[in-house]
């Protein structure tokens, strides 16, 4: 049968079945080949395709075959279920699927990240990683939280360490387990069917599809073609047609549940699989880095980079005009074992210095030494200490003896540091005695002492930490985001069935309910009438 339809506007092409790359039809092995019958059915569609090198006018054959696989339900040939294995075999594998069953279950799921929301919420609350005179004096036994919640339960449960404790991370476990065994059993088996071709041979039950119409006089291929043009991958097996566009949509679910997997189990990896530390380093010493981390959790594995030798080369700061510290910066030199420097970096607050892993935050700093000559002698290196005061203020001090060192009443000037700008001086009696700047080489006189004050040393405060499951989470994260928007696809089916000059055709559609009616009335106005020959002649 040649067929021509010169009513559309651009050439279409129906796929069949033969070339479609998702489905393979391997005959039953109950079939008898010598009953079968082939019939082939063949039409061609003229259209004019360019292309370098060839004639500008081509003609495209389209084989339907009658031998075409068959539909998803079908009373012949149907092999008989396999018997179920007794024995052990039995038992393990009806356990197995009561396992699955319960494990996929939808409250289960939302009971389980309910709770890990609940765990999340009350480490929040409790302070982390805490030393245990923290929790001793902050959750008494004597005056418990509620009643009844003391230092015993923190420590019991592991909520001084929430995110690596065993109860966190097996919530997270029976979370993973439950999207695993929803997405075996069933996401995998609706993707699988939404590959299927699926002919429905009844102009019953097409028409209760969500949408159905019928079109008096119109050809099944027109519809095909129609289709084909609107993005649907269409299949035709005799008078019958399937169509389907969106399968992305169905592969979304099992995408969002990879991605879920991936956010928690690089959340595991980075609660119990990390190092951290912190160190407080003056100015012109080193340190070496497996010194200073420490393991997080039981999947903790040191690297070679832990051999890394940090040199601080210089602490500086940066200050306001009213004199308030603004910045403060530290320039380090990493070393290999070899004393080779293999790189250098000026870190400050929100610029770490990242190697092989490791990644070192500025977090603090204080003044560690005060250099002093006193008369003419020295410079002698005067240790700074912290002192408290009200507020979050810093301050730090020293002390220089003048007279008999040995004396039980020995006294001397004292000496106060808010940052490195300027140092201020008391003499022996606790009197105000004046203010200098570091590397001023101004003198003062002090109970008879000349002081000149030759620098203030700071102190780099530093933390380190190695986060391996950091890349797994950004991964989960971005596949999630991609997967949420491609969920949002709608995936359409699509039914046909020729019936005489009629043409019944359905469909339905996972999302865009509403917008589902309007498109196919549009389709379907563009499908041509078809006019007999009779009333042809007639009109002539």
């Not at 389907?244 to 995408?255: E, H, Q």
């Not at 607050?349 to 977090?363: A, F, K, M, S, W």
């Amino acid at each position: 049968m040649n067929y021509s339809n010169q009513c559309l506007p651009k050439p279409h092409f129906l796929k069949v079945p033969t070339f479609h790359p998702f489905f393979k039809f391997n005959p039953s092995p109950y079939t008898n080949y010598a009953s079968i019958r082939t019939h082939t059915l063949s039409f061609t569609i003229n259209c004019n395709l360019k292309k370098v090198g060839k004639k500008d006018l081509l003609s495209q054959k389209i084989v339907l075959s009658e031998t075409s696989p068959p539909p998803l339900t079908q009373d012949n040939d149907v092999p008989s279920k396999p018997k179920e294995k007794k024995g052990t075999d039995g038992l393990v594998k009806k356990l197995s699927k009561k396992v699955l069953q319960i494990l996929s279950n939808l409250p289960l799921a939302i009971g389980e990240m309910f709770t890990i929301a609940f765990l999340m919420g009350l480490g929040t609350f409790i302070d982390q990683g805490q030393t245990p005179e923290f929790y001793f004096q902050n959750y008494p036994e004597d005056h418990p939280v509620l009643g009844f919640f003391t230092w015993r339960w923190i420590f019991f449960l592991g909520f001084d360490h929430m995110y690596s404790a065993p109860i966190f991370l097996g919530m997270l476990a029976l979370l993973g387990a439950s999207l695993m065994a929803c997405t075996y059993t069933t996401q995998l088996p609706l993707i699988k069917v939404s590959k299927r071709w699926s002919f429905m041979h009844s102009a019953e039950v097409i028409r209760k599809q969500e949408f159905s119409e019928s079109l008096p006089s119109a050809s099944i291929q027109d519809v095909g073609t129609i289709l084909m043009g609107a993005g649907y991958e269409v299949f035709l097996k005799g008078p019958t047609l399937y169509a389907f566009r969106g399968l992305a949509g169905r592969l979304a679910p099992v995408g969002v549940h990879i991605a879920l997997l991936l956010i928690m189990g690089g959340g595991t990896l980075s609660a119990a699989g990390s190092f951290k530390g912190s160190v407080n380093v003056p100015q012109g010493l080193n340190f070496v880095v497996g010194d200073v981390l420490g393991p997080t959790g039981f999947l903790s594995v040191p690297s070679d980079a832990f051999n890394t030798e940090i040199h601080v080369n210089r602490f500086s700061m940066d200050y306001f005009e009213s004199g308030e510290v603004s910045q403060f910066r530290t320039d380090l030199s990493l070393l290999n074992m070899d004393g080779k420097e293999v790189m250098r970096k000026t870190i400050s607050v929100n610029d770490p210095l990242r190697y092989e892993g490791i990644t070192i935050y500025q977090t603090d700093w204080s003044i560690s030494t005060l250099q002093v000559i006193k008369d003419n002698e020295g410079p002698f290196n005067l240790a700074m200490a912290p002192l408290k005061i009200n507020g979050d203020k810093k301050l730090y001090g020293t002390f220089l003896p003048v007279g008999d060192v040995n004396s039980p009443n020995v006294k001397g000037i004292s000496m106060l540091a808010r940052d490195l700008q300027s140092i201020v001086l008391y003499d022996k009696e606790g009197k105000f005695a004046g203010v200098r700047r570091p590397n001023s080489k101004l003198p003062i006189n002090i109970d008879g002492s000349e002081i000149v004050i030759v620098d203030a040393i700071g102190s780099s405060g530093l933390d380190l930490k190695t986060d391996p499951g950091v890349p797994v989470v950004y991964a989960g994260f971005g596949a999630l985001m991609l997967t949420t928007c491609i969920s949002y696809l709608s995936h359409s089916q699509i039914w046909a069935l020729q019936d005489g000059t009629t043409v019944v055709i359905g469909g339905k559609t996972n999302r865009a309910k509403l917008e589902f009616p309007d498109e196919m009335n549009i389709l379907l106005d563009k499908i041509p009438e078809i006019v007999e020959s009779s009333s042809l002649s007639k009109q002539s």
